[in-house]
């Protein structure tokens, strides 16, 4: 490049060097941004010239500067390139200095607004999140935590824009479009609503769930919506079933009224509610604080009901709230929610009316019915006291006890309802299923429906804090003892035998947990399980090997009580009868017996003829099957002439294809690879038929899987 261009180049770097200067003394904050962005634009392809030149280029340095120190020149000839550019990385390493003192000072007072929303003081959570956007205007999590704070205010526009400005600083920003959709929500807007909750599953789609559950609630959004609007044109039209009930409301709304006033008002009330419509004008009315304010009426509910008079008005009120609820999710959500309504279902439970406690469980169940229902029953009711007053149904002997049990059973099984029954469990749940299993209250239970009861604990225990309780209590595993023994006995029947095997259920998912209880009564445990194993049922065998696979591993007493006590020969025959699940549970603990007994090595080529059922377990598809059985051989190796017992076969191609296999579980490999070995020890014809498949070069590439 020559003098001139070099000089004209130098001129139009100066000049735009002046207007970035210039730009930063404007008080716009948007117009300064922009200059700033400018001028660090500038700022790198100078430092790419200069990299690519290798050299700078000289210019005279003597100039004349007749501003004050530390300020920059005015004028495009005062200042050379090399100043200029000084200047400047001076003033980006001083922007990039303040920015970080103002990103500290953004985040102080997000941690301010944070702390004013968790109190539910949105108006000062705003303000917060406002004074930290003037200090830092492109902080993303401010405008997401204030359109947050705006849409609580029910400011759903304002929030509609943090968001998007949001989207402008990052727009893969999931909060900005759930809060989008929530605002438009507020506003009624559903299709933009779903817009935008459909775009968080197109930016990832493991969101899929939770934007199901924020669809859901559009969707009960505009239906309640439609709803209430269908109610006011009936009602503007003069509709009699509309009409009849905001005039029967009007009546019950009189206070001071006799019980039997109420009774047939509210009866009048339930047949007049007849379809989605009529349950929309009886919400819109106010239609469940007629019963809430009611003195008289509330007094009934909670009462013990010993007065014929205030049976029929809970029974009635009763009719009612079944009448009102059923099919209709905004109904029950806002029945639910509504203040006494915990305490007056609670009492109702106890009630020592049949009916009125039949009535109660018929309103439940309408909520256990669905995943929403379900849901509404156990964040608004107290999970622990709902329990233990349906529990205890499991002591009458009609169609109550199998409501109560049904319910139960909704809600215990689904997997995000079981964390919260946790609360009190210890000091409530856990001694009430102590009781149940005594031999005194057993024998008070209805044995038809008790094993399902049985199956609702079981289900708790699924939950690893409640499976941890339960499995840490010796009295509730005695428990469990006693009442597996009270079924055993020969002369049990049918029903006894439908408990045990749920009894056995809850025993395994409980046996899961590893600690000192189970150590301490691994004796006790085992002995019952093995007893089972003469069972001609089933599932009693197979759930009784599951324990014993899960116990006797943490119990080495009670491996060798089990080996005299001829587990082997009973899981032999386990074997044989074959069945995916047993076999599992059985080889599992062979390889334990096994490794911990000699006498079960010497049992085992006993009952099991040339290994004739566990060698063909080695072809099983399931890798834990594989891997305990490549144990259980290699520890039997260890007596003598049973390794010979298999010259004849092929076991040296099995084990070796699994030593060098690509199993998911390492000790696959580990275990036939040690097998192998141990078979090759105690018999050392095979060491030709290895050497045939190369499994010495296979056995040396083994040696990582070898612990």
Not at 136 to 163: G, P, S
Not at 609 to 623: G, I, M, N, Q, Y
């Amino acid at each position: 490049m020559s003098v001139e261009q070099n000089l004209e180049q130098f001129l139009k770097d100066v000049d735009e060097i002046a207007e970035i200067i210039q730009g930063l003394s404007s008080d716009d904050a948007t117009s300064q941004e922009h200059i700033i962005a400018k001028a660090d634009q500038k700022l790198a392809l100078l430092k790419k010239k200069e990299n690519e030149d290798g050299i700078r280029t000289k210019t005279n340095r003597t100039v004349f500067n007749n501003s004050p120190a530390g300020s920059f020149p005015q004028s495009n000839s005062e200042m050379s390139q090399d100043s200029f550019l000084a200047h400047l990385e001076k003033d980006a390493a001083e922007r990039a200095e303040k920015r970080t003192q103002d990103k500290a000072l953004a985040n102080a007072l997000k941690d301010l607004g944070n702390e004013a929303y968790a109190k539910g003081d949105y108006e000062s959570a705003v303000q917060h999140y406002s004074e930290g956007l003037e200090i830092l205007r492109d902080m993303q999590v401010l405008y997401t935590n204030r359109a947050q704070a705006y849409i609580k205010m029910e400011k759903y526009q304002n929030a509609i824009t943090d968001c998007e400005w949001a989207l402008k600083c990052d727009e893969k920003c999931l909060k900005a479009y759930v809060h989008m959709g929530k605002a438009y929500l507020g506003l009624k807007k559903y299709d933009e609503a779903r817009k935008y909750y459909k775009k968080i599953t197109d930016l990832d789609g493991n969101k899929e769930k939770m934007v199901k559950g924020y669809l859901n609630q559009v969707d009960s959004q505009e239906m309640k919506d439609m709803q209430e609007k269908k109610a006011s044109r009936d009602l503007e039209a003069g509709a009699e079933n509309a009409v009849s009930v905001t005039q029967l409301l009007q009546k019950l709304y009189k206070t001071d009224q006799i019980p039997l006033y109420y009774s047939g008002g509210l009866q009048l009330l339930a047949n007049a509610v007849k379809d989605c419509t009529t349950q929309t004008v009886f919400r819109t009315n106010s239609g469940f604080n007629v019963i809430g304010d009611n003195t008289v009426i509330n007094r009934s509910l909670i009462s013990k009901q010993a007065d014929p008079m205030d049976v029929d008005l809970c029974l009635s009120v009763l009719t009612l709230w079944q009448a009102v609820c059923t099919g209709n999710e905004e109904n029950q959500r806002l029945f639910i929610s509504h203040p006494n309504v915990t305490q007056q279902l609670l009492a109702l439970l106890s009630s020592d009316v049949p009916d009125v406690q039949s009535k109660t469980l018929d309103l439940l169940s309408i909520y256990s019915m669905t995943e929403e229902g379900r849901s509404l029953l156990v964040k608004h009711l107290h999970p622990s006291r709902l329990l233990k007053s349906l529990v205890i149904y499991v002591t009458l002997m009609d169609r109550r006890a199998v409501k109560a049990m049904d319910i139960l059973h909704s809600l215990t099984l689904e997997q995000r309802l079981k964390p919260y029954f946790r609360t009190d469990f210890l000091s409530e749940s856990l001694p009430l299923f102590n009781r149940l299993l005594t031999k005194s209250s057993m024998s008070l239970v209805n044995m038809a429906v008790f094993p399902l009861c049985i199956a609702v604990i079981g289900h708790l225990t699924e939950d690893r804090i409640i499976r941890s309780t339960m499995a840490g209590s010796l009295e509730f595993w005695n428990s469990c003892l006693l009442a597996v023994d009270e079924c055993s006995v020969p002369a049990a029947g049918q029903a006894h035998q439908d408990i045990l095997v749920a009894l056995l259920g809850l025993m395994f998912n409980l046996s899961l947990e590893e600690n000192s209880v189970i150590q301490g009564t691994g004796v006790d445990i085992s002995t019952r399980c093995l007893s089972l194993l003469n069972s001609k049922d089933g599932t009693i065998v197979t759930r009784s090997v599951g324990i014993l696979s899960r116990v006797l591993p943490q119990c080495t007493a009670a491996v060798g009580l089990s080996v005299q006590g001829g587990i082997v020969k009973k899981l032999i025959k386990c074997l044989k009868a074959g069945g995916q699940r047993t076999s599992s549970y059985a080889v599992k603990v062979l390889a334990v017996c096994t490794k911990q007994d000699p006498q079960a090595q010497s049992d085992v080529v006993k009952y099991d003829k040339k290994f004739a059922t566990l060698v063909p377990l080695l072809c099983s598809e399931d890798e834990k099957i594989i891997g305990n059985t490549a144990l259980c051989l290699g520890n039997c190796f260890n007596v003598p002439g049973a390794a010979a017992s298999l010259l004849q076969s092929d076991i040296v191609k099995l084990l070796l294809t699994h030593a060098g296999g690509d199993a998911n579980q390492s000790s696959v490999q580990q275990n036939a690879a040690i097998a192998l070995g141990k078979l090759c020890t105690a018999e050392p014809r095979y060491m030709m038929r290895l050497r045939e498949l190369h499994g010495i070069e296979i056995l040396n590439s083994c040696m990582k899987y070898i612990k």
